[in-house]
């Protein structure tokens, strides 16, 4: 089983389990990403992301979207997931989607950060959040796969 495997298996059991999931939220690139490699693939992760809602960011994107219960968000992103947040009851997740989860940053739209770490240093690469939003965590959860990849949530914290 590679790291990618066990993380994925383990985030399907743990979305499987519940914990109040009310949809996913993705920015374009990472949906499309996301319907391409997942649907050719089995597994409880892949099950649990179908019958999920997935709301969509994107200015490019045209309905119907492709992937069941997938639902198209326009304009003002921070408007339209605040509202979003008070129209669900339940967790609203966000996987990759970085200009989103940017976006969400600056205005604290977001609840709680689960961060996979997989046992790989790189060199190079893309910032995970954006350079001009800081946020002070705690630790809520963490959970260590078979392969080394550590599941770990975080909560922000007002200080």
């Not at 743990?14 to 990403?33: I, K, N, V």
């Amino acid at each position: 089983m590679t790291a990618g495997d066990a993380a994925g298996k383990a985030m399907g059991e743990r979305m499987a389990a519940g914990g109040g999931l009310a949809g996913w939220l993705f920015g374009r690139r990472t949906y499309e990403g996301l319907l391409a490699h997942w649907n050719s693939q089995g597994g409880p992760f892949k099950e649990a992301l179908n019958n999920a809602p997935k709301y969509v960011a994107s200015t490019t994107l045209k309905d119907p979207l492709p992937w069941p219960n997938s639902t198209l968000l326009r304009g003002d992103m921070p408007e339209a997931v605040r509202a979003l947040k008070a129209q669900t009851s339940g967790v609203l997740a966000i996987m990759g989607s970085g200009e989103l989860i940017g976006s969400l940053m600056a205005v604290d739209h977001i609840d709680e950060y689960l961060l996979m770490i997989h046992p790989l240093v790189l060199g190079t690469g893309r910032r995970l959040f954006p350079e001009n939003v800081r946020a002070r965590l705690r630790l809520a959860y963490c959970d260590i796969t078979p392969t080394d990849v550590v599941i770990a949530t975080y909560e922000p914290t007002k200080d």
